[in-house]
């Protein structure tokens, strides 16, 4: 499906769509800019629809479970104050006069936005901070969105018909390189969501001097110091419930230690906790054996794909645990079964060093002590999020995203002088 | 390996008690094949502390290396080299990533009596010519989808005369025709010959519901079947009623309940499920079915829901003795049912977390990918 000016046509529609935008960007793009303030309107009819229960249908028809506990937890972020903050605290001050004469904020122009699919509500949320920053969007939505998307860009421009000619989304493949590549010739900015193999296709179709905006694959872990007796429910729930999809989620439990020994104290005493985690999040007899398939699989996996390593295994039910005698930050195998490994705090530094670009978070469980040692530590590797365990998948307010703040990565700064 | 010929070629379709001891002598003799050719497969058995010897009653075969039908989509296994294996076939693969199981002779040649046997007992073979319609895929030398060669398979128990396929391949991908394929049906319902329609279950449903849209109905020839192949696939939302299903058949069709047969099996376990004339799918000696614990994996006793876990030693090609797979389903002995047999018969409810791993298989595999890891 096609979402343009404020409707949904049918994918035979592209060539049509495509045809036409070539054309009309230009005359929208001289036409009165979006303003901030039509945008945060929109966005917070939005917000009132959500809350009062109206998108309720939406969302049980297009969005897989779990979307809205999911929704209602960021919901903060995309209430109106907070994207007003937003606006205030990346781009404040970015404008304003200047000895030579004044800087003004415009927007980048037309964004395309490869989005991305492990997340329901992350292709419009994407959109959204282009529509914030003025731009033109143009949104090629992931495999798996089930009209989600569609619905919430039509809810949209109902709400707000002014944006209609800033939303446009599209439902290509990634191999349709043809189209795409259409698509990226409109572009100013390509907002590239996903992997390396996600990143590297956009690159090589964005035209030159278009402005390349990646968020790509993240890694994140969780460094455990000195836990005896520390409560580590918080991290088996964040484990279980993120699935390790996000690029937030731990992929490997660091352990401040040199003995492999202390590694399978923590592996027997943290498998029960994992366990029960899962037994509490997995609540439908399907979403039970999913996991333990994964579990399954994950132990043919350690057998079949390790054999000759000296990993050290510990299956739980729906869960399991993989403790492994090297130190590096690596993908896990997912789904509830993650890996443990020892990082002493002397070796932080030059491990994580080798992941530099694809750090993200550490949720860091330590004595008070120790806390601002590690955190200097952990930020000086490249990590760009400190939080605790239970914590990393949060989303704060006034966060940056992946070291940066998007909303800039959106604009250009026009320098003008006064007189010429 | 005559122990699995000796299997396969019982006259007894649906003797459970008189084939269990050819059933244990096989599944030994076909998981010491895999052992001995297949080293992951080896690999696994020695983990896991498993020997063939250790199968000696039906209870054992639970102690089978169990392998996901996800093992399967991520490890391309084989116990026989590509020569030796004259049929390669995979899943449709949905999410982008397939199984890939291939046949040997040895295979080919216990699946062919047993396809017949099942077949004349479910009364399908049948001497008058008959036309197919294929609400399915037409098979081409462009892919190995297990499916499709299922569906053309079935056009053969009734000698074919003609066959319209309403799933084609045209450049580069597979295009739907069900407009082309109600015509077909309006005009084949005026000859005398049987119709055969052999389709996924959610291509019947929308063909028929076009056809009631439409406002035509056709009343197909005497003998004229209904063949249900492949599952409800990527449309288990809009799955219905199975009466809502014989019913709309009935309407629009003109095809009786008793004349639509449903059939069940995967990629990994190509053994031929037939349901009953009560549309229940009894076990067949060929085959033997355990329900496990959606938690801890362990068996249930009969009427408990788990998943599904289905065994044979149909395959030396390929280590799927017993393959996990991610149905959750239950069984239910076979007295109850009515139809005269008397093995449990299994009843699948659909696929486990269905929703839950669409995104995340997508996102997982992309993960996968980036990393070349795994």
């Given at each position: 499906m096609i979402f ?11 060539e ?13 793009l001289?036409?009165?800019p ?25 969302i049980?028809?297009?969005?897989p479970?779990?979307?809205r ?5 960021v919901?903060?972020q995309i ?43 992350l ?10 920053t003025g731009?033109?969007?143009?949104v090629?939505l ?6 989600l998307?569609?619905?919430v ?19 290509i493949?990634s ?5 795409l590549?259409r ?11 996903g992997?390396d ?6 690159r ?5 001097g ?5 968020w ?5 872990f969780?460094?455990?110091s ?7 429910s918080?991290l ?18 660091f352990?401040d ?7 399978e ?5 943290f498998?029960p906790v ?8 997995y ?13 399954r699989?994950t ?17 739980g ?6 403790l ?12 509830g ?22 750090l ?19 930020a ?22 992946d070291?940066?703040y998007?909303l800039?990565?959106?604009?250009r ?8 | 390996m ?7 070629w019982l006259s ?13 002598r096989?599944?030994r003799?076909?998981?010491a ?15 896991e502390g498993?020997?063939?010897d250790q199968v ?7 102690k ?6 996800l ?10 080299p ?6 390669k076939?995979?899943s449709?693969?949905?999410s ?25 007992y ?10 197919y319609v294929?609400l ?8 190995k989808?297990?499916?499709a ?6 056009t ?8 319209f ?5 045209k450049?580069?991908?597979y295009v ?8 077909t049906?309006?005009?084949w319902a ?8 052999v ?6 449903w929308f ?5 009631e ?8 020839p005497k ?6 192949a492949?599952?409800w ?7 219905v ?21 449903e ?20 076990i067949?000696?060929?085959a ?5 614990d959606?938690r801890?994996?362990?068996?249930l006793?009969?009427g ?22 991610d ?11 009515g139809?005269g ?17 669409t ?12 990393t070349?890891?795994?």
């Open positions: 343009a000016n404020g409707s949904i046509l049918p994918d035979s529609e592209l049509v769509v495509l045809s036409r935008l070539e054309e009309e960007l230009p005359q929208i001289g036409g009165p979006l303003e901030a303030a039509t945008v945060l309107d929109a966005l917070e009819a939005l917000g009132n629809e959500l809350d009062n229960g109206a998108l309720d249908p939406l049980a028809q297009f969005a479970p779990g979307a506990e999911e929704l209602d937890r919901r903060p209430g109106r104050a907070a994207l007003e903050e937003r606006l205030d605290l990346e781009l404040g001050g970015l404008s304003g006069p200047r000895p030579f004469g004044r800087a003004e904020v415009r927007p980048l122009g037309v964004l395309l936005h490869v989005a991305p699919g492990n997340m329901a509500g292709p419009a949320f994407t959109a959204a901070e282009g529509l914030l731009n033109i969007n143009l090629k992931p495999r798996g969105d089930k009209g998307t569609l619905a860009f039509q809810k949209l421009t109902e709400l707000e018909p002014d944006l209609s000619p800033y939303l446009y989304a599209f439902d493949p191999k349709d390189t043809a189209s590549g698509l990226a010739a409109l572009a100013d900015g390509i907002v590239t969501w992997g193999g996600a990143v590297s296709a956009m090589e179709l964005a035209p030159a278009c402005r390349l905006i990646e790509g694959h993240r890694l994140s969780a460094y455990l000195d836990w005896e007796g520390a409560d580590l918080a088996a729930e964040h484990i279980v419930s993120t699935g390790g999809l996000l690029c937030s989620s731990c992929q490997v439990i352990l230690t040199e003995y492999l020994s202390v590694g104290q923590f592996c027997k005493k498998l994992l366990e029960k985690a899962a037994m509490a999040h609540k439908t007899p399907g979403q039970a054996a999913q996991a333990a398939l994964y579990a699989e132990a043919l996996e350690q057998v079949v794909d390790r054999a000759g390593s000296d990993d050290l295994n510990f299956p039910q729906c869960c399991s645990l993989t492994r005698r090297d130190c590096e930050l690596e993908l896990s195998h997912l789904h079964n993650v890996l443990v490994k020892r990082l002493p705090r002397g070796e932080i530094i030059p491990t994580l060093r080798r992941q530099r670009g694809r993200q978070t550490a949720g860091l469980l330590c004595p008070e002590g120790a806390r601002e040692e590690l955190t200097a530590l952990l000086r590797a490249g990590v760009n999020r400190i939080t605790a365990p239970g914590h990393m998948s949060h989303t704060f307010p006034l966060e940056a995203h070291g940066e998007p800039r990565r959106y604009v700064v026009v320098d003008v002088e006064n007189k010429f | 005559l122990s699995r010929q000796k299997l396969f007894r379709v649906y003797d459970l008690p008189g084939s269990d001891k050819r059933f244990l096989a599944v003799d076909n998981c094949y895999h052992i001995k050719h297949c080293p992951e497969y080896r690999t696994i058995c020695k983990a498993f020997s063939p000696k009653t039906i209870d054992d075969l639970a089978l290396p169990l392998l996901p039908t093992f399967f989509k991520r490890h391309h296994v084989s116990s026989m590509g020569w030796r294996t004259p049929m076939v995979t449709s693969g949905t982008g990533s397939f199984s890939r199981v291939s046949f040997d002779w040895g295979c080919i040649f216990a699946e062919i009596p047993m396809v017949l046997r099942l077949g004349f479910h009364r399908l073979v049948s001497p008058v010519p008959a036309r294929i399915g895929y037409k098979p081409g030398k462009q892919d989808m297990g499916v060669r299922t569906m053309f398979g079935l053969h128990f009734a000698p074919p005369v003609g066959r396929y309403a799933l084609r391949w450049d580069g991908g739907p025709d069900l407009d082309g394929a109600v015509k049906l309006a005009r005026h000859s005398p010959l049987p119709v055969r329609v389709a996924f279950p959610s291509y019947l063909g028929m519901e076009r056809l849209e439409l406002g035509l109905s056709v009343k197909l003998g004229s079947k209904i063949l249900l492949g599952g696939k990527q449309h288990y939302a809009q799955e009623d199975k009466n809502t299903l014989y019913a709309l058949a009935k309407r629009v069709l003109g095809v009786e309940e008793e004349n639509i047969h059939f069940f099996g995967a990629v990994e376990h190509p053994v031929f499920f037939n349901s009953c004339k009560n549309h229940h799918f009894h067949p000696a060929y033997r079915v355990i329900i496990r959606v801890t994996l362990a068996p006793p009969m408990e829901v788990g998943l599904v876990n289905l065994i044979t030693p149909l395959i030396n090609a390929t280590p799927v003795t017993s393959v996990m797979t149905d959750l389903g239950y069984l239910t002995p076979g007295e109850e049912c139809c047999l008397t093995v449990p018969y299994l009843t699948i409810l659909g696929r486990a977390g269905l929703n839950d791993i995104t995340c298989a997508a996102g997982a595999a992309e993960l996968l990918n980036q070349g890891a795994q």
